[in-house]
């Protein structure tokens, strides 16, 4: 079994910075990607960011590419994601992500475990 943990959410204004954090506890044998997601009141859940977890291959949605990082440490089984140059837009509840399967790392109907999520505000 795979759990996730996320934290580092918050309320910050537009232009601003924060940096979420996702431990993860169980198998990293045979993890494909680990990904992030977010979702809006009354929008569907959408892929922000991605990164394979054994080449450290990065992946990224138009809406966050050059604003947002997504990085990994192997040794604390952790994924960060850095957000920089906030906007109102990005106001969204926050989820990570595993997949263990071969499919896509930007669908989230091919991830296998979720974390509980953490909001993230940007005020204009």
């Known amino acids: 079994q795979v759990q996730l943990v996320e934290s580092g959410g918050g309320l910050v204004q537009a232009g601003g910075s924060l940096r979420l954090s996702c431990v993860a506890s169980?198998?990293?044998?045979?993890?494909?990607?680990m990904g992030w997601f977010r979702q809006a009141p009354g929008k569907e859940r959408e892929f922000v960011a991605a990164i394979r977890w054994r080449s450290s291959s990065t992946y990224y949605a138009d809406s966050v590419k050059g604003r947002f990082t997504i990085s990994r440490d192997i040794a604390k089984n952790t994924v960060y994601l850095q957000m920089n140059g906030l906007k109102p837009e990005d106001t969204a509840v926050y989820y990570c992500a595993a997949t263990y399967s071969s499919g896509t790392y930007y669908s989230a109907n091919d991830y296998n475990y979720w974390g509980q999520g953490t909001q993230v505000t940007v005020s204009s």
């Open positions: 169980g198998r990293t044998f045979s993890r494909n990607f």
